[in-house]
């Protein structure tokens, strides 16, 4: 209350000051403190500009967020089992997280990336990948549920991913921990030239969204790092940086550095994608799940499948280059009029600026500087545009504002380096608090920008906000880039770590969220669509109880004849056809968690009985004056007992 | 939160009472509270809430919301009704019944006691019904506070149900 009574009066003042015709941003801290208040402030409920998603990291989840105020909205549960609703608990989300080395409750969620279409963001789905357990995910922009998770066989540390093609033709997922392809029991110590590093390539179904995996470029074992897809006239390539082309496998920090220049690879997908349609590569073993969410069965299946097309990259003539690169780079970016490619290494002070022309024509001139396993290296001076030699350090990631500006983390010396396409000057930098690693303009990476605001999501937290701790959340900064110079506005606190995160003007999909889930489109096998089909039935020890809700009680709230043993399945449909009316169900001693049923919507969550004796569940979300008396009770027989199976609402008992 | 908390022990000490009318025939139940006003409550409960509406004034009100006027003519259409007990098995039975009070009022003879109107807009509209309209209000009283919950039925869907509604009147 009292920060908001402090921003009331700190805003009051801005607007008295403002009043005064006190407009300049070179006047006193305080006023240029009040009125970067005010672009920030959304007014109680006003609504934000951009919805903005970010990365969980090891949360393995996607955090929702509004610019400019930095409030968040949702988690939406991905890679992770989210106790919150019962995702990766319920029996119908269980299968999202299944995989080729079984279930997996946990992921480390990396690089979101909304859809596109003409290099524009479309909002129709976000993307985003695994690197623990290689996978890619789809989240519906209309549900803000995860829709589909594909694994990526033959990879390890699926970190140059979930990249997406300006038409959302292809999501690139490259592999960043080298491995030996097929796997195989080898000694660690004989990797080099042995281990490999498959680029994988999935196909979307443009109406669904569906993800194919259609092929892998089984590429020398480099570490591939991350990854841009050409935009505009480059569209058709995909660059990846790779470092670690010393294969070395101990003590990396050392001994991965020791080249002067590592790779960017350039490789054509069209050509190669053409080649595989047409037969090229080569069918080799690679297991993987592949998890769809049916919104009409409410229900997530799990296809496992065998085997994958790889394509050797010397087999497609004129698919794939090598560029090199300083050292050890990290972050490839290309700007939106698919001219320029950046390369950051890491480890030095400059960006590389290759011209995507000046690429071709190396290309054609055959301008090489040797070749690495069959694949040639270009020629870096042919190559190479130009260098934006900031001072600064560590340089990480760019995006772009659409008005012909670049924007740099720098990791090491802890800053936002503003510089200018074509004459590669800078223009401004700022500080970030601390150690920022990856920056988001809303479409800051594809080829219309919506160039006003820009986030650094930082690594350290340190002392931004009071102390919790040991364990602090990770911080992202809010800058204002309408002017020549970007001005800081605002912190907030993330969730997990926001490595990277996606941003769309809010137009563009607030109208598409979906509300509520029509009763009459529920499929969902143990649906009731009415008190009337609520029942519960009995097969061996496996009890299947068709409950609804509606505020507030569930139908039916007594129930007899479980026994000691029995596995219980409570299928809940929530009867509400309104937005916002969720029920909860908890059952005492389950051993799985909580759901939260959207309306209209059927989950299912098992409880196994272990003590006889009369057991209450209840509604977990308040939903009403009489919450507190949505309840119900199971009485809990000995495994031997007669019983008899009934049921009631309101003392009509049926059987 | 606190005024929800005193919200909701008004409704649980208001559940007490209206339960306590069950005292005199179980004789499990050892609380005896309140058992002479709950009588009265149950015997005469529209003067609890204080306003009394006439069946004619019950009649003429069309309610608030979007429907203005219905013509309802003098049949019934067979396939509207048909229509209109399915929607209504669907998505109104999770809380009245036809035949008794359950969460909602008894829906049997609503339209002989309810304008056309009114029966829609409280089903097309109920958010501002409850808040606005003097039957509607004393209805949410009756039942205990409980709100009648907006299911986003269409006009069509609506329409079918009130001529469900009355051809169940016509036929009970």
Request: cysteine-free; charged content about 25%; glycine content about 14%.
């Given at each position: 209350m009292k920060t908001i009574q402090k921003l009331l009066l700190g805003l009051g003042a801005g607007l008295l000051l403002i009043g005064c015709g006190n407009n300049s941003k070179d006047g006193s801290s305080g006023a240029m403190a009040s009125s970067n208040a005010e672009k920030v402030y959304v007014a109680p409920g006003e609504h934000d500009e951009f919805y903005a998603f970010l990365s969980g990291g090891y949360s393995g989840n996607l955090t929702v967020y509004g610019l400019p105020s930095g409030r968040m909205f949702k988690e939406i549960p991905v890679f992770s089992q989210f106790p919150t609703n019962g995702y990766g608990y319920s029996e119908e989300t269980k299968a999202m997280l299944n995989t080729s080395f079984g279930f997996v409750p946990w992921g480390d969620a990396h690089h979101p990336d909304i859809s596109q279409t003409n290099g524009e963001l479309d909002g129709r789905w976000v993307f985003i990948n695994e690197n623990n357990t290689p996978r890619i995910a789809r989240i519906s922009l209309e549900t803000f549920e995860t829709e589909e998770i594909i694994e990526i066989p033959n990879s390890a540390g699926n970190h140059a991913s979930s990249f997406v093609t300006e038409n959302t033709e292809y999501i690139v997922a490259g592999t960043r921990f080298a491995v030996p392809n097929p796997q195989r029991d080898m000694p660690i110590d004989e990797m080099k030239g042995e281990f490999k590093g498959p680029l994988s390539f999935i196909s979307i179904d443009q109406e669904h969204g569906h993800m194919n995996l259609?092929?892998?470029?089984?590429?020398?074992?480099f570490n591939y790092d991350l990854a841009h897809p050409g935009r505009d006239k480059s569209h058709g390539w995909f660059f990846f940086t790779s470092y670690n082309t010393e294969e070395a496998h101990s003590m990396m920090e050392v001994n991965a550095s020791q080249n002067d220049k590592d790779f960017i690879a350039a490789v054509n997908w069209q050509k190669i994608a053409e080649y595989v349609e047409n037969g090229g590569g080569t069918k080799v073993a690679g297991t993987y799940a592949h998890n769809t969410y049916d919104e009409s069965t409410m229900t997530a299946t799990t296809e496992m499948k065998e085997g994958v097309i790889s394509v050797d990259?010397?087999?497609?003539?004129?698919?794939v280059y090598y560029m090199p690169v300083p050292k050890s780079p990290h972050g490839l970016d290309v700007d939106p009029s698919g001219q320029y490619i950046i390369g950051n290494g890491k480890l030095s002070t400059q960006l590389s600026v290759y011209s995507f022309d000046k690429m071709m024509k190396a290309i054609e001139d055959k301008d090489y500087d040797g070749d690495a396993y069959g694949i040639p290296i270009l020629s870096f001076e042919s190559v190479l545009e130009g260098v934006v030699d900031s001072g600064g350090l560590g340089p990480l990631h760019t995006e772009f504002d659409g008005k012909g500006y670049g924007y740099t983390t720098f990791f090491i010396s802890s800053e936002v380096v503003k510089w200018k396409i074509g004459t590669w000057e800078v223009i401004d930098r700022l500080p970030t608090y601390y150690s920022v690693g990856h920056l988001t303009i809303p479409g800051g990476n594809s080829r219309k920008p919506f160039g006003k605001y820009m986030f650094s999501m930082n690594k350290i937290t340190k002392d931004r906000y009071l102390p919790t701790g040991p364990e602090l959340e990770h911080s992202a900064q809010l800058y204002d880039?309408?002017?020549?110079k970007m001005e800081l506005l605002l912190d907030f606190p993330t969730h997990g770590e926001p490595h990277y995160a996606a941003a769309i003007p809010a137009e563009l999909i607030k109208s598409k969220s979906k509300k509520y889930y029509e009763l009459e489109e529920n499929n969902h096998k143990y649906a009731a669509k009415s008190e009337a089909d609520t029942r519960v039935e009995r097969n061996g020890n496996e009890v299947h109880i068709y409950a609804t809700t509606v505020r507030s009680h569930f139908a039916p709230d007594n129930i007899e004849g479980i026994k000691v043993g029995d596995k219980v399945y409570f299928h809940i449909t929530n009867l509400e056809q309104d937005f916002d009316v969720p029920h909860g169900f908890a059952m005492i001693g389950a051993n799985t968690s909580e759901i939260l049923v959207m309306p209209g919507q059927t989950k299912t969550i098992t409880w196994e009985p272990k003590r006889e004796g009369v057991w209450p569940f209840y509604c977990t979300d308040f939903c009403s004056a009489l919450h507190q008396e949505m309840q119900g009770y199971v009485r809990v027989s000995a495994k031997n007992s007669n019983t008899k199976l009934r049921w009631s609402l309101d003392d009509e008992w049926k059987e | 939160m606190k005024t929800l908390i005193k919200f909701t022990s008004i409704v649980l000490l208001g559940m007490l009472i209206a339960c306590g009318g069950n005292g005199e025939k179980k004789e499990k139940d050892q609380i005896k509270v309140g058992q002479k006003s709950s009588t009265e409550k149950k015997s005469?409960?529209?003067?609890?809430?204080?306003t009394e509406i006439s069946a004619e004034d019950a009649l003429a009100n069309i309610g608030i919301g979007p429907i203005k006027s219905v013509d309802v003519g003098e049949g019934i259409n067979k396939e509207m009704a048909t229509r209109g007990e399915k929607v209504y098995n669907n998505l109104c039975t999770a809380c009245h019944k036809m035949e008794k009070k359950f969460v909602g009022p008894s829906l049997g003879g609503v339209t002989e006691r309810r304008s056309p109107e009114w029966i829609m807009n409280m089903i097309m509209n109920p958010e501002e019904m409850i808040k606005k309209d003097p039957i509607a209000k004393q209805l949410l009283v009756e039942s205990n506070m409980a709100v009648m919950a907006n299911?986003?039925?269409s006009e069509e869907d609506t329409r079918a149900i009130l001529e469900y509604f009355r051809e169940y009147d016509k036929t009970h």
């Open positions: 259609d092929f892998q470029l089984n590429m020398p074992g990259p010397r087999n497609v003539e004129g698919a880039i309408t002017g020549d | 005469e409960p529209k003067k609890q809430s204080g299911q986003n039925v």
